[in-house]
């Protein structure tokens, strides 16, 4: 199969999103694309992902308001039920439904949103390693701590934010009450400590908020024609998102599935990070067959 990449563009209501198509619509054997998803990470994080299924059609969206996707809607706010109707409209577009779904992160999140509202777009949804705190059992104490995070961001730029919130990625287990009060120096990650000026990034400036704080629907996914599957990374064990997945899965009924590595296990070396994408990529097309 062809591995170049045609970029195309749709207009949806309040903005016009920009996404990569490697591969031919309609498949030629009836296989359904695979689209992958992130939040707030954009296309540009699944390069290598992509390029190690040269098999599948590939479809790779950047959300409203992120990477090359524009927003007209005036609004800063990414709500991962408004990013779902946007990729509802996408695959419309597509004609090439139901189709495979990778959701990362925040990209999880959304295509939980999506299944709950269109479980009739997606043939399978890999959620991995969705950030979906209120299902926690200190969901308050990880609510806290992330608005503490944004705060600090606010108050004393990026590289004290960044620092924060690896603080809190890598905590393993349930968070004290006061996780966050004490402030992380950002030299110990290797982090700026000057402040750039800057208050505009998605993941600290609290713009995200509506993704952690998204309760799914365990009904409607339970009773969706989807096969929903919660997976998360082997590295990640007893970390915030790993905990969420597992608590997801829970309420699901299933097992978590795991998967290779940690939380950006599909990477090869975007954004200076390098899971084992080749393994990764294995264990997708598995799970992804399984069904």
């Not at 994080?45 to 524009?70: H, K, N, Y």
């Not at 495979?100 to 777009?121: I, K, M, Y």
């Not at 915030?240 to 009924?253: I, M, V």
């Amino acid at each position: 199969m062809t591995t170049s990449t045609d970029v195309r563009t749709l207009d949806v209501p309040g903005a016009t999103l920009t996404y990569d198509v490697r591969g031919p619509l309609p498949t030629a054997d009836g296989t359904p694309p695979l689209v992958l998803i992130g939040q707030p990470m954009d296309a540009s994080g699944f390069g290598t992902l992509a390029s190690l299924l040269p098999d599948r059609t590939v479809v790779t969206p950047d959300p409203r308001g992120l990477g090359r996707s524009t927003r007209h809607d005036g609004s800063q706010q990414n709500d991962p039920v408004q990013q779902a109707a946007d990729l509802h409209e996408l695959l419309v577009a597509l004609g090439a439904g139901p189709v495979d779904l990778f959701g990362s992160s925040g990209g999880a999140v959304t295509g939980l949103a999506l299944v709950t509202a269109h479980p009739e777009d997606v043939r399978t949804l890999v959620a991995h390693e969705p950030p979906v705190v209120p299902l926690l059992p200190d969901a308050a104490q990880a609510a806290a701590a992330g608005a503490r995070v944004t705060s600090t961001y606010q108050e004393r730029g990026w590289g004290a934010g960044m620092a924060a919130f690896i603080a809190l990625a890598s905590w393993k287990g349930e968070l004290p009450d006061d996780f966050g009060s004490e402030p992380v120096d950002p030299a110990v990650f290797g982090l700026p400590t000057e402040d750039d000026g800057n208050r505009g990034d998605p993941l600290l400036s609290g713009v995200s908020d509506a993704v952690t704080a998204y309760r799914p629907d365990v009904a409607a996914l339970a009773a969706a024609s989807t096969r929903v599957v919660v997976a998360a990374g082997v590295e990640s064990a007893g970390l915030l998102t790993w905990r969420a997945s597992q608590a997801l899965a829970a309420a699901l009924g299933q097992d978590l599935t795991d998967f290779p590595s940690d939380h950006g296990g599909f990477l090869g070396g975007e954004f200076g990070q390098r899971g084992e994408p080749a393994a990764f990529a294995a264990r997708l097309r598995e799970v992804l067959a399984a069904g």
